[in-house]
């Protein structure tokens, strides 16, 4: 069997377990027209994986990234200097700083944004001159890049034409699909083979999760959410609980209790009025950088909302529960961060203990960066806006974020009125149509922390590479 796709995957942060699932599925299957390129710059890892090559199997050995003292720069050329410019001039790359400093740290470059770029350029010579030497035809993701290693080697990618596969959350929160691209207008795979998708596994459990969405709040908490607030002892701020979980970092702990006291100085519980009410995301995560795509940080989105909005109109803003029931790292959340938003014409933050239901139930719309509960919105007849990456789109009452000018045409669309009925029968289509274009995700939880991991399905990647072949 010919096998002419060459799909790459960085196993660097793989498990062992995980690692040696994803071989054995290769090395058992019959049918999947690719080679895999398994790549890991460890080199503990390499060693153990040398042995595993077969037809279907390629080990290559990544760079570490010290490329003054490693590698021939002799492909030099002006595409990989607008390469290095456009990765420095994005936001995202800047704000990675931030979420992995202590990594960064620890290398030899030293301290500061100006070092930083140094290693970053670093790595984006390195991806490039190992990309280019490894002939590939695909690289995937387990989800959106979010390491700034990885997050480098998908935008080197992206400038030498390999095509990028990755895994992204459905709108069905329990399962993912696979996308092209990195950006926020990734195009979704569609697939109609149910061996692969098993979408008849999933139906009445959708159901009854769409009726639990459509019911009482709490009924419909996350997993995840519910587990720390049983921790907590039903409260999203429980020092007890602070001082167990978190003892080895006082100073988390010392900046989530001022965040949790200038929050709750700060909120109201009596919402009167018209509003439009923008849920805050927890951070750091993924869904924010690199996913929000010019919304990282949240108050520009709400900026924007404002500039969009008539001054008559508030902006109701609830916290993240997580923020308070999980690490609060003062990087990424600080008290004056809730002053900032205050200090935006007409916005109030909502008590965190008000129903997020309540709150979609009167308003005129909800916006949210990335998040599921622009789903939730739906279903419950409300329109809403993603203003980065959205899970669900093209079906009404959805507003994808282009700009404050076509921000403002839709705010006067949902201040006349969508159809209720309408928006929650179509949204309800799409759900089901989601269960045909995705694959069921595994859950996992342990002490309270919900822990995903993408369910590598190489069926599915195959098909989608037949599909484009066909499409071609």
Known sequence: MKLDKRVFINTTYYSEEKLNSLINMVANANSYNIQLVIGTNDPTKYAKLKNKVSDRIEISKMPISFYNKRTNHNKLNENLITTIQAILNDQATTLFLDRHHQKFAKTYYGPGIHNYYR?????????????????????YFTSTPHQIETWITSRVAESLGIKIILSHLSPVPWRSSLYFGIGKDREIFKIKDKNITRADEDIDKLNKWIQNVKGEYQDAIPEYERKR???????????????????????????????????????????????????????????????????????????????????????????????????????????????????????????????????IDNAITTVTLTGTVGVETLLRGKPTVYMGVPIIRDTIGVHVYESVVELKKYFKQCIIGFNKETIISNTENVLKKTLNNSIPRISDYAKGIEKITYKFDLQYLEAFIKAEDEAN
């Open 119 to 139: 290693y970053v350029t670093a790595l984006i010579v390195e991806n490039f001159t190992y990309l280019e030497s490894i002939n590939l035809d695909y690289i």
């Open 229 to 359: 607030l049983e921790f907590n002892k039903g409260k999203h701020f429980n020092i007890i609980s602070e001082v167990r979980r978190f003892w080895q970092k006082p100073h988390f702990i010392f900046n989530k209790y001022k965040c949790y006291r200038t929050y709750s100085k700060l909120s109201i519980k009596d919402i009167k009025g018209d509003y439009v009410v923008f849920f805050l995301h927890y951070q750091p995560e993924r869904t924010t950088l690199p996913e929000a795509y010019g919304f990282t940080e949240q108050t520009i989105a709400l900026l924007a909302i404002r500039a969009a909005l008539p001054d008559n109109i508030k902006i109701i803003v609830k916290e993240h529960p997580s923020t308070f029931t999980n690490m609060c790292p003062p990087k990424h959340r600080h008290p004056s961060f809730y002053n900032d938003i205050l200090a935006i014409n007409n916005v109030e933050l909502a008590d965190i203990n008000i129903s997020s239901f309540k709150l």
